[in-house]
């Protein structure tokens, strides 16, 4: 019944140390029996308040006025998460970069001409040798003949496609791959017609059935693949 430290106690007469000892451990025990494990993450917050501690949907419940809480218990609540696809996030910071009226480096123009290319689905290294043989990477470029900034978009043209200021970098490469774009998907994908239809026009290349005698245009074709191939 009693431990062997208790019972030597009894035995050398020291009967009120071993009844002291034995409440004591006794005690010790019944506090051991009522320790219970944490009901909510809020008892480890309150540990000496158990039985008034509010609960976690309560306290999920009184920070509802500030839309934290409802949107936890709340099953009508939605909450809208779409991922934003890593190379549109590229694309915005690219073009976020040349902004309006300042000078834009090779490297942005680089970059944007390959996400462009990457949107419209066509080869960045083709729009990169257009792009070199119409301004040489000038987005100020215009020709005598009005073609303007990187992709010498003209007027008619540029208005057709939408594009509002044909010097904006981002607007001029948009605007002038959907335009080559457009040529390669009339001439079933041809490289050589496409360009020609972009220097040209789409009429001179269907008058002549391939690409037309003009020297300009011949020359251009010629440099562009050269630059491609």
């Known amino acids: 019944m009693f431990s062997q430290f208790i019972q030597n106690l009894l035995n050398s007469g020291g009967?009120?140390?071993?009844?002291?000892?034995?409440?004591?451990?006794?005690?010790?025990?019944?506090?051991?029996?009522?320790?219970?494990?944490?009901?909510?993450?809020?008892?480890?917050?309150?540990?000496?308040?158990?039985?008034?501690?509010?609960?976690?949907?309560?306290?999920?419940?009184?920070?509802?006025q500030a839309n934290f809480g409802s949107l936890l218990i709340n099953p009508q609540t939605m909450v809208n998460a779409h991922i934003v696809p890593e190379n549109l996030l590229q694309q915005a910071a690219a073009a976020s970069a040349v902004k309006q009226g300042t000078q834009p480096t090779k490297n942005q123009i680089l970059n944007l001409v390959s996400m462009m290319s990457k949107k419209h689905g066509v080869d960045e290294k083709?729009?990169?040798?257009?792009?070199?043989?119409?301004?040489?990477?000038?987005?100020?470029?215009?020709?005598?003949?009005?073609a303007m900034g990187l992709m010498q978009l003209m007027p008619s043209t540029a208005k057709s496609l939408g594009v509002k200021d044909a010097y904006n970098p981002v607007q001029n490469i948009d605007g002038g791959i959907r335009y080559l774009k457009s040529m390669m998907n009339k001439y079933n994908g041809n490289v050589i017609l496409a360009l020609a239809a972009y220097n040209a026009g789409p009429n001179a290349v269907d008058k002549y059935d391939g690409v037309p005698p003009y020297k300009e245009t011949q020359n251009y074709v010629r440099n562009i693949l050269a630059n491609y191939l």
């Open 15 to 64: 009967q009120s140390a071993a009844v002291q000892r034995y409440a004591q451990i006794s005690n010790y025990q019944n506090n051991l029996n009522t320790v219970q494990a944490p009901q909510s993450p809020l008892d480890t917050i309150y540990p000496d308040n158990k039985i008034n501690s509010p609960s976690f949907e309560k306290v999920l419940k009184s920070t509802s």
């Open 126 to 146: 083709l729009v990169k040798a257009l792009i070199k043989q119409e301004s040489g990477f000038n987005p100020n470029a215009k020709s005598k003949t009005g």
